[in-house]
């Protein structure tokens, strides 16, 4: 019998042939380039590439994503198939094994270059928990648009940083109703929204919408996104104008971009939809436009919440349908998240101002009791999505640790 | 007597060798360079500052004015010192006339690689306008945060046009009070909005503020733009995440990014503040912060408005101050706005929300009446400022003509 490769991997594992998402790494100090996972094993893709005499080593040499993104849905698919080739057939076995380089030994960074950002508000559950806690005297805790039309807003694409990277605790003005004044300080509310990321690979022309059934040839593939908010501060600022402080000093998004060609199993349909949508919204009669990504919450290695992205009203084909219906253009590395996706129970929520109720039931965890965040803390968000024949699709993580500002 | 050269201007020009703005052209077809603005020829700064041996040349070369940017406040100066030599010692006459391009036989391009764009909400007189237009039934025109911090919001970078650029008039939702629901098509109530832009040079490490002192290491100049503005639209979006699609479809630039070092006379004390200001925001002991730029609003030709800047509560330097004081970093190219400029007068208002006050008054101008923009509308503005001996500044134009979705 021989010798298992170092690349083998178990039964089902979550990065295995059937996943391959692209990131970016560097062995060392060494020049950034393109690299597919495979089990616990950084692929370097460029020079697989160019060994194996791919017409597409050029989109895959780094030190961004972006070239790849932008080359296509019908490039993206050649790529992929080449390295589903390469990476199952024994021919390639030696190539592959010369390039692979153990996780454990590279850096990872920010994958793609990114555009504009955008951040929805599509999970019901998230956007009525919100409602109750920051407008409780407003009539209903959905606003009268929630149901018409996927609610977003421009965040900071110049604080989107890697998994890994800390999170320097932000400073603002908060004030609470009954001060007379504002106070400037750190935040004492730093809370996490966990979401999914949309990574925009082809861009469209200002002036065009973009329809529901093109979301394909527009999005190349998805990731783990936790949106840091500091609550005092946003509170404070919100009205009229919407989050700016206190969204705007970070986001952290994984290291790794999932193709959506690796999820193809694990789409399903939204939540029934409560109100008739405007046909450049109805997806009634499209093909499913939700995922089953199951995602957890981990705080300090204990994990404080498992949203479910099943139950995320709106879909991204919706959401991108929504940013450029009005003509606004797309450029390769656009970013929208889809909001803190939340589930209907308390357990489901995922952000510490939900699951806490705005600090009134702090948790209890093994470090400690929290209403929000403590500097130290390490939040990492983990999901997977069903593949074939059992086997998970694993999503990369988002790991952050809250650092003071020194 | 010697003939006049083509390059003599006459007597107070408005952009003439005090001025000195920059910009991005091309002559033709052939590739975008950094350009110099001098009465109404354009230097070719980079083949200029070769031929004279110029330290400095690889700044001045293109296609974006980023590398100049990104230099830094004493590259700055040095590049303004050289360029004024040039324009004005006789020695260096020959040169400058080889490398002058007629502005009429060249394209201009957006100036800038666009960072973060972020919009701003500066001005009492608009602010307190637009609340009880909007908000009628608020206790107060401003929300109760707008007297302790500039309201700011994230724009999107992407859709950032340079002055000349169509702008395609945005379809999207909107629903009257009384709608039983939401209807789509083209905005009926597209708007301008008269702003002036910020510039961001050097950018800034994350996790740091930038004081109120460092305004002028790291901003560079600055532009007039044009925040177009679906008002239907953003009414129905905008609670609670903030304008979105209502703005995200066009921002015009002018075409030209003027220093500040152009614009130290014009410098000028803002409003008394009405509330004691946090100590990042406090700048009664700081150098003036405001800029007394007189604005100009032309719709079709006719003037309909005179916004002036000195009324601006906010000034750029807080407002720096404001987009950074959590820790968020700046990157070369980072844009901002200041927010409508409108005055205490009806005529001083730069929206045709106020101007028209939401539609109710409509502007009976020589080319019919309007309540807000009809398609084939030109929109022109303008600035200048107050320079030394009594020779105005001009700032770069913004043009822009309203045309259907095709």
Redesign the interface.
């Known amino acids: 019998m021989p010798e298992p490769t170092p690349l083998a991997l178990p039964e089902g594992h979550p990065f295995g042939p059937h996943n391959l998402p692209y990131g970016v790494f560097s062995p060392g100090d060494a020049p950034r380039r393109v690299g597919v996972r495979l089990g616990d094993h950084v692929l370097d893709a460029g020079a697989l590439a160019a060994e194996l005499g791919s017409p597409h080593t050029a989109l895959l040499t780094g030190p961004t994503l972006n070239p790849l993104l932008a080359a296509g849905r019908p490039v993206w698919s050649e790529v992929r198939a080449a390295l589903t080739t390469w990476v199952t057939d024994p021919a390639h076995q030696a190539a592959v094994e010369r390039h692979a380089h153990p996780l454990a030994e590279v850096s990872l960074h920010l994958p793609f270059e990114v ?2 950002y ?1 951040d929805f ?1 599509a999970s019901e559950h998230h956007a009525s928990n919100v ?1 109750r806690i ?2 409780p005297d407003a009539p209903t805790p959905l ?3 929630w149901k ?2 996927p ?9 989107v ?1 890697v998994s890994g990277t800390d999170v ?1 605790r ?4 908060r ?1 609470a109703p009954a001060d007379p ?4 300080g750190p935040s004492v509310k730093l809370d996490i929204e966990a979401e999914v990321g949309f990574v925009v690979g082809v861009g469209s022309e ?2 065009r ?1 973009v329809p529901l059934e093109a979301y394909r040839d527009h999005v190349f593939g998805l990731c783990l996104l936790n949106d840091w908010s ?1 609550r005092d ?1 946003q509170a ?11 969204k ?3 986001t952290s998004v994984s290291a790794w971009v999932t193709p959506l060609e690796a999820l193809e199993t694990a789409r399903v349909v939204p939540p029934a939809r409560d ?2 949508l ?3 919204l109805d997806d009634s009669s499209a093909e499913p436009g939700g995922y089953d990504l199951r995602i957890s919450v981990e705080i300090n290695g204990e994990v404080v919440s498992e949203p479910p992205f099943t139950t995320m009203y709106w879909t991204a084909a919706q959401m991108l349908a ?2 450029t ?7 390769t590395g ?1 970013l929208y998240g889809s909001g803190t996706v939340s589930g209907a129970e308390v357990g489901q929520c995922g952000s510490l101002l939900e699951l806490t109720w705005n600090g009134e039931r702090p948790l209890e965890l093994g470090s400690g009791g929290r209403s929000f965040l403590e500097d130290g803390d390490e939040v990492v968000l983990r999901a997977w999505a069903p593949g074939a024949q059992g086997v998970p699709v694993g999503l990369g993580e988002v790991r952050g640790t809250v650092v003071p ?2």
């Open positions: 555009g504009d955008v508000y409602g920051f407008r606003t009268p648009n018409h039309l609610i977003g807003y421009h965040g900071r694409s110049g604080t940083v320097v932000p400073s603002g003005q004030k004044a504002p106070v400037f200002r002036g919408a500091a501060i404070w600022e919100y009205v009229p104008l919407g989050p700016f402080l206190g705007s000093f970070a109100e008739a405007l046909p450049y929504q940013t219906v009005n003509g606004a253009s797309l450029r656009d500002r020194t």
